[in-house]
């Protein structure tokens, strides 16, 4: 059972838009930044989104991040099939005094 | 270009020690602004946070993991390394090394994110 908390799946039409929600509490997302990971099937993760919505400068503005209260939102636009893959928020946690990761979210883009 | 390639055994007993070396190659593990991590991720599930050195000696462990990991650092080398203690099967992982980095922001709050990622290696536990 992670700290936080991602809907499992998600799916959208190429072309098409997506978000995917990490869920925490004040001892994490309510206090600290949250960063996004893009893992493609057998390889390692990728970072897509810094200090809640920074990105690197080799990720495309398609990706984009938020955060509100205990909560934090990646988004997807422009979907392609390319961007099928798991995606991972994280973390810092006051109450373990370390880094979590949320469950995951398997992309598809049907 | 910073790379980082994970090293050790493949298969482990159980009730044994896991050891799994990070070389770092490109560059230093020295730093004030880089956390070196391990992150693990069972075999069809998310990731999981092992623990984080810093070359000024501090240490982070996953509690659920604290009394059976160690992390240490081999800075001359460029190198650090994880030890996890009797091993079960839910031990059986793809394990990660990964530099976190940390930015502190003048008057606001520090952040920090995995940057880099070696490719993984994975290690099953079984007799």
């Known amino acids: 059972q992670s700290v936080l908390t991602q809907p499992p799946s998600v799916s959208a039409a190429p072309g098409q838009k997506v978000t995917i929600s990490c869920s925490g509490s004040s001892s994490n997302i309510g206090n600290y930044y949250v960063s996004w990971y893009q893992q493609v099937p057998g390889t390692a993760p990728k970072v897509l989104i810094f200090a809640n919505d920074k990105r690197p400068s080799v990720i495309p503005d398609r990706f984009s991040g938020s955060k509100s209260g205990t909560s934090a939102t990646l988004g997807i636009t422009g979907l392609r099939t390319g961007d099928e893959a798991d995606y991972y928020c994280a973390t810092w946690d006051s109450s373990v005094s370390g880094v979590v990761f949320g469950g995951g979210t398997r992309l598809t883009v049907l | 270009q910073l790379q980082l390639q994970e090293s050790g055994p493949k298969l482990v007993k159980p009730s044994e020690t896991l050891s799994l070396t990070c070389s770092v190659s490109?560059?230093?593990?020295?730093?004030?602004?880089?956390?070196w991590a391990w992150i693990r991720q069972p075999p069809g599930k998310g990731l999981e946070w092992i623990g984080s050195f810093h070359s000024s000696g501090n240490t982070y462990y996953n509690p659920s993991l604290k009394s059976r990991v160690l992390i240490s650092a081999h800075t001359s080398r460029a190198q650090f390394s994880l030890r996890l203690n009797s091993v079960t099967a839910a031990d059986t992982a793809l394990y990660y090394c990964?530099?976190?980095?940390?930015?502190?922001?003048?008057?606001?709050?520090?952040?920090?994110?995995?940057?880099?990622w070696g490719r993984g290696t994975l290690v099953t536990v079984s007799s």
């Open positions: 990964a530099r976190r980095v940390v930015v502190v922001v003048p008057g606001t709050a520090t952040y920090w994110y995995f940057d880099l």
């Open positions: 490109g560059g230093s593990i020295s730093g004030n602004n880089y956390y």
